[in-house]
Structures are given as C-alpha cells and as structure tokens.
C-alpha cells in the first residue's frame, strides 16, 4: 500500500508563499489521486486541493482557488502544493492523502494518510 509522507512546512509572513511535497513511500502513486486537507485548531480537516495521477485533473477548493497550485512530478512520485500570498487563516496541520481511483473533496474518500505538516502564517 502507498503511504503519503509531507515535508516542507514552517513558518512565513502574510503574503509570502511555501511549498509543500507529498512523497509515495511504499509504493508509487499510480493510478490514485493525492488530495491535501489542512486541519486548524478546534476546526474539522478541510479539503485543500486534489490531483489524479494519471489524467492531472485537479479540483480546488473555494479558498484554495487563485492562491494555490497543486502538481505533480512522475519521475519523483511527488506531488506539491504551491501556496502563494497566504493568509493568517491558512495556518493548520496540511496532511497529504491518498485514494485508488479519481479525486474526490470528502477526507473518507481517502484511505492513506500521512503525518501532516505544520504550516504557520504571521500576520
């Protein structure tokens, strides 16, 4: 089974930008889809972004749109969310995720879930 692992969160300012990389450990992330969610304090995990493997569709959500970038790169079985001009709001615990098949926007869908990565923007 693939297991998701997130590098690349800290600490950045209002409006500067981070990216995080979701890695397949395990096995790669052929024919599944690879969805970030972010988790606040006291709030319920969200859903951030999702890409399938194999077609790049990728679905955003509402506060996602503009701002972030979800990609993928098949020669490193990576997947990234590029986050530009962040907000004090965006600070949460980002958790890659994946699923067998395509995208989808609910945290169910997804069975495989990695250990989250800090992501904490100042005001």
């Known amino acids: 089974q693939v297991q998701p692992v997130e590098s690349g969160g800290g600490l950045v300012q209002a409006g500067g930008s981070l990216r995080l990389s979701c890695a397949a450990s395990?096995?790669?992330?052929?024919?599944?889809?690879i969805g970030w969610f972010r988790q606040a304090p006291g709030k319920e995990r969200e859903f951030v972004a999702a890409?399938?493997?194999?077609?790049?569709?990728?679905t955003y959500s509402d506060s996602a749109k503009g701002r972030f970038t979800i990609t993928k790169d098949n020669a490193k079985n990576t997947v990234y969310l590029q986050m530009n001009s962040l907000k004090p709001e965006d600070t949460a615990v980002y958790y890659c995720?994946?699923?067998?098949?395509?995208?989808?926007?609910?945290?169910?869908?997804?069975?495989?879930w990695g250990q989250g990565t800090q992501v904490t923007v100042s005001s």
């Open positions: 890409i399938s493997w194999g077609a790049g569709s990728t």
């Open positions: 995720a994946a699923r067998w098949g395509d995208t989808r926007s609910y945290t169910n869908d997804y069975g495989y």
């Open positions: 395990g096995r790669t992330f052929t024919n599944y889809a």
